[in-house]
Nanobody, 123 residues
Framework: EVQLQASGGGLVQPGGSLRLSCAAS????????MSWFRQPPGEGPEWVSS????????IYADSVKGRFTTSRDNAENTLYLQMNSLKPEDTAVYFCAARYGVFTFRPVQYDYWGQGTQVTVSS
């Protein structure tokens, strides 16, 4: 059974930090491009970041560039999102997603999704 278990969300004040994790199982993790998406209240999913199968450099949406860092540990089948300098507009449910193929912005082209973890940035 394929599982993507996201964790690490919570309530944080503006300017604070959180680290999200996404634990993968049931598929060959290092064969998949991994991405983070987020869905603010009342809106559709928004691509945040992606990282290739081997790790290395990740790419980011302009809205999070310089504040968020994506990494992966293929030995542990885990994806991470380090979020710094958080803003109220970062409030959303954050999802991890896996794609057997190259990077894409399109949510519908991802094969597997996690259940999401809520991030709320508020004073």
């Amino acid at each position: 059974e394929v599982q993507l278990q996201a964790s690490g969300g919570g309530l944080v004040q503006p300017g604070g930090s959180l680290r999200l994790s996404c634990a993968a199982s049931g598929f060959t993790f290092n064969n998949y491009t991994m991405s983070w998406f987020r869905q603010p209240p009342g809106e559709g999913p928004e691509w945040v970041s992606s990282i290739g199968r081997g790790g290395g450099s990740a790419i980011y949406a302009d809205s999070v560039k310089g504040r968020f860092t994506t990494s992966r540990d293929n030995a542990e089948n885990t994806l991470y999102l380090q979020m710094n300098s958080l803003k109220p507009e970062d409030t959303a449910v954050y999802f991890c997603a896996a794609r057997y193929g190259v990077f894409t912005f399109r949510p519908v082209q991802y094969d597997y999704w996690g259940q999401g973890t809520q991030v709320t940035v508020s004073s």
